[in-house]
């Protein structure tokens, strides 16, 4: 899979950021420092964190800043575009710091999220729902396995 890349470099993480500023903007957000602090946080990690895990990361940075806040701007966030919410029934939302439509890799046993960007999959047949009512509006594809990490972890479980 030569047209996938998993990783995003740092050079895209400060051009992501004025990306992310921008559309801030045009939605009519005041660029606050506890914007700025979410903004930062996403990018910095860029591993699809919950609410909560970005509400720790920003606090770590700005100690002054409340959970409601943090819950606040991420959705905020969302409902301008700036970020995209990756949804699964019964779990939390995830934040995803890129916007474009992209896939992920979701490891069974960390439920880590990893971000593949592919050509063919953007493109692949949409099925026809009318006949349920059902209008689709996006879609993403989300393959399931074990991240390497788990995978070593896996492996040595295995040889106790
Ligand atoms: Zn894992
Ligand atoms: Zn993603």
């Keep these: 899979m030569s047209s996938s890349r998993a990783e995003v470099s740092r050079d895209d993480a400060s051009q992501r ?12 957000l005041r660029l606050t420092i506890q914007r700025r602090a979410v903004m930062k946080v996403l ?3 860029n591993d699809h964190p919950t609410a909560e895990q970005t509400f720790d990361r920003v606090h770590q940075r700005l100690p002054g800043i409340s959970r409601a806040t943090v819950f606040r701007i991420l959705e905020q966030f969302v409902a301008s575009q700036i970020i995209g ?3 699964h029934p019964g779990r939390s939302a995830r934040y995803d710091s890129t916007t474009e439509l992209h896939h992920h890799l979701i490891c069974l046993r960390c439920e880590s999220m ?6 063919s999959l953007d493109s692949i047949p949409i099925p026809d729902t009318a006949a349920s009512g059902f209008e689709i509006v996006d879609f993403r594809v989300q393959m399931h396995g074990f991240c390497s990490r788990c995978r070593q972890q896996r492996k040595k479980e295995d040889t106790k």
């Design 17 to 28: 950021l004025e990306g992310m500023q921008m559309r801030c903007r045009e939605a009519g």
């Design 43 to 45: 990018l910095d990690f």
């Design 85 to 87: 919410r990756a949804c």
């Design 114 to 119: 990893i971000d593949v960007f592919d050509d």
